[in-house]
């Protein structure tokens, strides 16, 4: 048996390197676990698919669009939106699962870079939206959704999508790390869905009572659902200020959460040993 | 001498109460320690602070000559773990796990390969390699564990309850694999509720309760402290126990103790063996009628009645 020793990192290029090496480790380990269980990861791109049919098709016929369009054209950028958001469970389950099995306590006693963990989860939960939102939008394609003003603005609207997941994403790194538990996923999604409906979503703010239109609206999720209207050449209403500045704000909201929720993450990592 | 660990007046407060309280140790280079103590004494939060896992709130401590707070970084790459407070990744196969964890132990992809397959086939492995380590009986996930935690073959070693769970038979499979290793000259630091565990692995026991060292020694020095092994009668007729006592007494040589209720006669002996041949003959010679008859050895609710006893039971307090 060949004897094998550690090096310790010298110097601050050999530590980044290290850094970027294990996150991308790590990253790899959570594609490997889809690789082994892609029925799981199925139903997580499919999920929203089967909102998008429902919403579409059963309750679509009721609904009333702003200008009187199609209801698809009008559902499906609060769809992309909503796929975000569900994202939180994912994040979630996997964070609060590695904490209860020990694994997270194994990667804390090895020399590993102290930022892989969680970098490796948030490239791989992002590389998953992307494939998420690219079945979401060939779903839009085939019910009949398209974006109208060519595909710059079309791409934009897809980065602040990706932005609102990245904001999510440090939310449920954050909740997983405190609550260490997977079971209180159903908390997590019994949250996720009023968040979800109280927006600008799945039906026109115009319909509602206007203290109620006024909360949907300022829901985070609601700006980047406006921009991404916008951007897409979708019907979008409204006409108040947050509707008027949806884009500024699908930004601010966003960095305002990655500003909150990041450093308490990250916060509550480095204090897993108090 | 050197020492590989070293903790001195170590201590941890959870809530209110301190679940390690002024803890010392020293484990000479290339022997095996084993830490005994019941359920909640704190064996796994000291673990957990040798590992870097915890801070503590009080002492010092090093393990291969590093401060584990100032030096974690220097602590994590000289030390290995093993049991409850580490896990392997369940989804993923024995040789996924190896290949990942060798990745970050810096081995770089070939040599984490390799790596891999040189411990799968060490700790016999190699057919189940590429399963899902959930479908692992306890013994076979021990056993990885204890693979991954060798992959950078280090000079320290914490066992932290390392059969716990396990069936007589993953047991000994571990025990053979933490021989092998010890034997390549590492040193271990072993958590263990069992007396036998500790008796077959370790060169030195502490014994732990409420958070500290309460007596350490080689395990024979705790034997005799004990009063080691006793050979006891069970008589089926109590108006048969002064008779017993008498043949006992003539077996072992020594002082026998009787207990009416229970009708039992007893007494400590040395050549086990020999001492229950002859208690055997001499009952049979004797015609009295026997329920059972053994060896007995301390076990650990004995050690610690032992060791702590005088102390909390007051009749015995004006014999000490």
Redesign the interface.
């Known amino acids: 048996m060949t004897t094998v020793t550690a090096e310790v990192p010298y110097g601050p290029i050999t530590r980044l390197r290290w850094a970027v090496a294990d996150g991308w480790t790590m990253t790899l380990r959570i594609l490997a676990h889809w690789a082994r269980q892609p029925g799981q990861v199925a139903v997580g791109l499919l999920f929203p698919v089967m909102i998008v049919l429902m919403f579409g098709y059963l309750f679509g016929g009721g609904m009333a669009v702003p200008g009187g369009g199609d209801y698809r054209e009008f559902l499906m950028p609060g769809m992309f939106a909503i796929s975000m958001l569900f994202g939180i469970e994912a994040t979630f389950t996997a964070v609060a699962a590695d904490a209860a099995k020990g694994v997270t306590d194994r990667f804390r006693s090895m020399p590993v870079a102290r930022s892989a963990v969680v970098v490796g989860r948030c490239v791989a939960d992002m590389l998953n939206a992307a494939l998420g939102l690219a079945v979401l939008i060939l779903c839009g394609l085939a019910v009949g959704w398209r974006w109208h003003d060519g595909w710059g603005r079309a791409a934009a609207a897809i980065g602040l999508l990706l932005l609102l997941r990245l904001a999510f994403l440090w939310v449920g790194i954050h909740l997983g790390l405190v609550v260490g538990s997977p079971d209180a996923v159903v908390a997590v999604q019994i949250l996720v869905w009023p968040v979800g409906f109280l927006s600008n979503a799945f039906v026109w703010t115009d319909t509602m009572p206007g203290w109620l239109a006024a909360v949907a609206e300022w829901n985070p999720l609601a700006a980047t659902v406006t921009a991404a209207r916008e951007l897409f050449g979708n019907p979008t209403g409204g006409g108040s200020w947050i509707a008027e500045h949806a884009t500024l704000m699908a930004v601010v909201w966003p960095l305002a959460l990655i500003a909150i929720f990041f450093p308490l993450a990250v916060r509550r990592y480095a204090r897993l040993d108090r | 001498m050197t020492f590989a660990v070293v903790a001195e007046g170590l201590r941890k407060r959870y809530g209110g109460t301190w679940a390690v309280d002024g803890f010392d140790l020293a484990v000479p280079e290339g022997t095996v320690c084993g830490l005994l103590g019941p359920n909640g004494a704190g064996k796994t939060t000291v673990v957990r602070m040798l590992?870097?896992?915890?801070?503590p709130d009080g002492g010092r401590a090093a393990v291969a000559g590093h401060d584990v707070v100032r030096q974690a970084?220097?602590v994590?790459?000289?030390?290995g773990?093993v049991g409850?407070?580490?896990?392997?990744?369940?989804?993923?196969s024995a040789r996924?796990n190896l290949v990942?964890?060798g990745?970050?132990?810096?081995?770089g992809l070939t040599?984490a390969r390799s790596?891999a397959e040189?411990l799968l086939e060490?700790f016999d492995l190699a057919e189940t390699g590429g399963k899902?380590v959930k479908q692992f009986s306890g013994g076979m996930r021990r056993r990885l564990d204890l693979a991954?935690s060798m992959?950078?073959?280090p000079p320290v070693l914490f066992l932290d309850e390392p059969t716990a769970g396990l069936d007589p038979r993953g047991r000994n499979e571990v025990w053979e694999a933490v021989r092998a290793l010890v034997a390549?000259g590492c040193t271990a630091l072993l958590t263990t509720q069992y007396l036998e565990e500790a008796d077959q692995l370790a060169d030195r026991i502490s014994i732990m309760d409420t958070g500290k060292v309460i007596a350490e020694g080689t395990p024979g020095e705790l034997k005799s402290a004990l009063g080691g092994d006793r050979v006891e009668v069970v008589l089926h007729d109590a108006a048969d126990l002064p008779a017993a006592a008498g043949l006992v007494e003539r077996a072992t040589g020594a002082e026998p103790s009787l207990d009416p209720d229970t009708r039992r006669v007893g007494a400590p002996v040395r050549e086990k063996a020999a001492a229950l041949a002859e208690l055997a003959r001499l009952l049979e010679a004797a015609g009295l009628a026997v329920e059972d008859i053994g060896v007995r050895r301390p076990t650990l609710d004995e050690v610690f009645l032992h060791l702590t006893g005088d102390a909390r039971d007051p009749r015995k307090e004006v014999a000490a």
């Open positions: 590992t870097t896992l915890l801070r970084a220097q994590r790459s000289r030390m773990l409850q407070s580490a896990a392997v990744d369940e989804v993923l996924q990942m964890f990745r970050l132990s810096h081995l040599r790596r040189e060490r899902p991954v992959i950078l073959s390549t």
